[in-house]
Every structure is written in structure tokens, then in C-alpha cells.
């Protein structure tokens, strides 16, 4: 299963110019799953997908997958995160879906104290699924507006993306950033991302 998260970008120029690139880059990357941020009232269309959600969240938050290749049930629907239930044709067990757009720290004024708290409401949010769901088999997906190395993304009251003696959220991201070797491809889309050939997020 592939799934990639895209921000369109505020109303104007720049979200108009987004959605007109995401054909190709659904084209080119071939997702199964595809998760949208700042998207129109209306939301996106993308042939060969069904969207999950009947309008985006008010951020601009929806969730678009190929029918062909899973099933996705919307569970709930906030302003800044929203769950699913996911499952494959060829998996036995389902997995638990969070779409996120967190606030920018922007307004933070440099302090780390309102990107924890936003941090630790979106685990809380993912704990309450998992304990909805009697797993702990979960996906999150989405704009975090943090790197991948950000305190609020690392700290254990925070979404904890870090190895620790208690429950962790692995961070994929780390991967790209040279933590370990990964395939060739990673290579090559971090050196697109790079020279702005398509705009991809973690």
C-alpha cells in the first residue's frame, strides 16, 4: 500500500496551480491512498478514486483512495484530525487511519509549549481510536506542520517519534533524513522534492 499527503496551499494562485498538478502526481507516484490539506469547500476530484469523507473537514482535510485496492470506512471527522478504518483485500486485519492538519507554529512565537499541547491532543485523539477499536495497528497520515525532528514530534507527551522504553509512533520521515539506508527510489524522490519536480510532504 502506498499513500502520500499533499497541502494545496492557501485560496489563490497557489492552491489553483496545486490542484492542477495532482494529476500528474497521482500519476507518477501511483498511491492507494491520498490525503489532501487546505483542499476547496468542494474538495478534490480525482479519477479512479473514492473520497472517504462527504466534504472536507473544516481545514480542508479529506482523504481520497483507490476502490480497487481497499476499503475505507469513515469513523469520525474533527477540525484538525479525522479517523478511519482501513483494510486491504489481501489483509486478514483492518488498521486504524488518522488524517492530521495541525496548526502552523507560526503564531507560536517561538514557544514550544503550544506545539506540545497540539501534539498531545492529537495522540489523545489516536489513543481514544485505537481503545475504540481494540488495536493499536494505526496509520497517521497527514500536514503536521512540525519536522520530522521537532520537539512536540519527539517529546513523550507529545506524539513520542522517538525509540523509548514506552509505546512509540515511528517517524518514516527519519528514513529520508539518513537514519538507515533506504530503497534507491527514496533517493530519487527526495532529489525531485528537491529541485521542485513534484511537491511531496511526510
Known amino acids: 500500500m502506498r499513500g502520500i499527503s499533499w497541502n494545496l496551499g492557501t485560496k489563490g ?4 496551480r496545486a490542484l492542477e498538478l495532482l494529476p500528474g502526481l497521482v500519476s507518477g507516484l501511483q498511491p492507494d491512498l491520498l490525503v489532501l490539506a487546505e483542499s476547496p469547500e468542494d474538495g478534490a476530484r480525482l479519477e479512479g478514486f473514492e473520497r472517504a469523507d462527504p466534504m472536507p473537514s473544516a481545514r480542508g482535510l479529506e482523504t481520497h483512495y483507490r ?32 488524517t492530521v492538519h495541525l496548526q502552523s507554529p507560526l503564531r507560536d512565537r517561538g514557544e514550544q509549549a503550544r506545539a506540545r499541547k497540539r501534539a498531545q491532543r492529537c495522540r ?7 481503545h475504540a477499536a481494540g488495536n493499536t495497528r494505526t496509520i497517521i497520515l ?14 513523550i507527551d507529545g506524539l513520542n517519534a522517538v525509540s523509548t522504553t514506552t509505546r512509540t509512533l515511528y517517524n518514516p520521515c527519519w528514513s529520508l533524513l539518513g537514519d538507515r539506508p533506504g530503497p534507491s527510489s527514496w533517493t530519487t ?11 511531496i510532504s511526510c
Do not use: C, W
Open 142 to 155: 497527514g500536514d503536521f506542520n512540525m519536522d520530522p525532528f521537532a520537539v512536540a514530534m519527539l517529546d
Open 67 to 98: 476502490e480497487t485496492a481497499l476499503s475505507v470506512r469513515a469513523l469520525g471527522q474533527g477540525s484538525h484530525y479525522s479517523a478511519y478504518e482501513l483494510a486491504a483485500p489481501r489483509t486478514r486485519s483492518s488498521l486504524n487511519l488518522v
Open 124 to 130: 489523545e485523539f489516536i489513543e481514544d481510536l485505537e
Open 13 to 16: 494562485k497557489r492552491e489553483t
Open 189 to 199: 524522490t527526495v532529489r525531485q522534492v528537491a529541485s521542485g519536480t513534484f511537491p
